[in-house]
C-alpha cells in the first residue's frame, strides 16, 4: 500500500481528505496536530504556542513521530496529516522512514480558509469534524455530534486573528516544502474546491 504526505494551509481539509483516505484504504491517519492536543498532560508551553499558531519545536515533533511510526499498524500504510511543516522536518523524515509514495498539496484560497476555520466544529467524543457555515457540512442540531450526541466543540487556534498567524507561518515555513517534494517528482497539487471532487481527484492520483 501508499504512504502519503498531505500539505496544505490551515482549514484546507487535511484532517477531512485523510479520515476519508484512511476508511478507503485501510491507511492510518498520522495527524500531528491530533496527537499533541490529544495528550492530556500536553505541558502550558505547548498549549501556548498551538494557542498563538506557532510551531512546536522540531525536536518534540520527531519524538512525537518517531514513536507512532513505530507501532505495527503503519504497515499497511498511512497519511501524515500536518508533517513535514519545514524543511528541516522534511529533511529529518527521509532519516526516519523511505518510502513516502505520494504528496498530495491542496491548494485552496486564504478567503475560502477564514470560513471554514470560523465555521468548524468538532466533536468532543469522537471527533468527527462539522462545519456551521457550510450548509452541506451542518450539524443536524447545532451543537450536538449526528454520529455520537456528544458536544460538539471549537478548537482554541480557530479564531481569525490566530488564524492570520497560522497563515503566516505556513506561507513562510511550510510552503518551501513543496518545492522540496516537487524536485523529488512526488507532488501533487489539486486545486478543487469541493470536498467529494478533491477526494475522487486523490483516488484518481492513487492509482
Ligand atoms: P493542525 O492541527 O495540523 O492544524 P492546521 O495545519 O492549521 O490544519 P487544520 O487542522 O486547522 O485544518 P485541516 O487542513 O485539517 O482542515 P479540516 O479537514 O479540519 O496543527 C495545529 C497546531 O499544532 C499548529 O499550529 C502547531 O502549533 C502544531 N503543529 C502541528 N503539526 C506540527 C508540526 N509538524 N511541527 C510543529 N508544530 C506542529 O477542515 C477545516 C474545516 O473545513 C472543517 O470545518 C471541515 O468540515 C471544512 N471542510 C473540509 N474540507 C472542505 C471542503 N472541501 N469544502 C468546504 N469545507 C471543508
Ligand atoms: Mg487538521
Known amino acids: 500500500m501508499k504512504n ?3 500539505i496544505a494551509p490551515p ?3 487535511k484532517g477531512t481528505q485523510a479520515k476519508m483516505l484512511c476508511k478507503k484504504y485501510n491507511l492510518v491517519h498520522i495527524s500531528i496536530g491530533d496527537l499533541l492536543r490529544s495528550q492530556t498532560d500536553l505541558n502550558e508551553s505547548l498549549k501556548e504556542k498551538i494557542k498563538k499558531g506557532v510551531l ?9 513521530l518517531k514513536n507512532r511510526l513505530n507501532k505495527d499498524d503503519i504497515k499497511n500504510g498511512f497519511i501524515l496529516d500536518g508533517f513535514p511543516r519545514n524543511l528541516n522536518q522534511a529533511i529529518g523524515l527521509e532519516n526516519i522512514i523511505k518510502n513516502i509514495d ?5 491548494e485552496v484560497p ?5 470560513n471554514r476555520i470560523i465555521g468548524r466544529i468538532i466533536c468532543s467524543n469522537c471527533g468527527h469534524v ?10 443536524t442540531n447545532n451543537d450536538i455530534c449526528d454520529i455520537c450526541n456528544s458536544k460538539l466543540e471549537k478548537r482554541i487556534d480557530d479564531t481569525l486573528e490566530v ?3 497560522r497563515y503566516d507561518t505556513y506561507i513562510k515555513e511550510t510552503q518551501p516544502v513543496l518545492e522540496f517534494y516537487k524536485k523529488q ?4 497539487t489539486i486545486n478543487l474546491l469541493d470536498k467529494d471532487e478533491i477526494f475522487n481527484e486523490i483516488v484518481r492520483i492513487l492509482k
Open 4 to 6: 502519503l504526505i498531505l
Open 11 to 13: 482549514g484546507a481539509g
Open 56 to 64: 512546536i519545536d522540531d525536536n518534540i515533533i520527531f519524538e512525537l
Open 102 to 106: 505520494v504528496v498530495i498539496y491542496l
Open 110 to 114: 486564504k478567503k475560502e480558509l477564514e
Open 130 to 139: 462539522y462545519n456551521s457555515l457550510i450548509e452541506k457540512l451542518r450539524p
Open 163 to 165: 488564524f492570520e498567524k
Open 185 to 188: 517528482e512526488k507532488l501533487y
